[in-house]
């Protein structure tokens, strides 16, 4: 059982950004370095801290 757990907790890892298509870093417990911003059907898009600082809201929100 032990062992089932930690694939599908390993499956989560790789997390990727809605804008520019790069992995996405995460700290050692398994948080998201950057954020989360929800789309028009209001669904949690990751973006990358990259993204969030080269773009302003209005436009991360353009191209989810």
Do not use: H, R, W
């Not at 757990?5 to 298509?21: E, H, N, P, Q, R």
């Not at 790069?22 to 949690?44: A, C, E, I, M």
């Amino acid at each position: 059982m032990g062992k089932s757990l930690k694939t599908t907790y390993d499956s989560i890892a790789i997390m990727k950004c809605s804008v520019c298509g790069k992995n996405v870093d995460q700290t050692f417990l398994k948080k998201l370095v950057g954020t989360y911003v929800k789309d028009k059907k209001s669904k949690k898009k990751p973006v990358c801290k990259v993204c969030q600082k080269t773009m302003t809201m209005e436009q991360i929100k353009e191209k989810l």
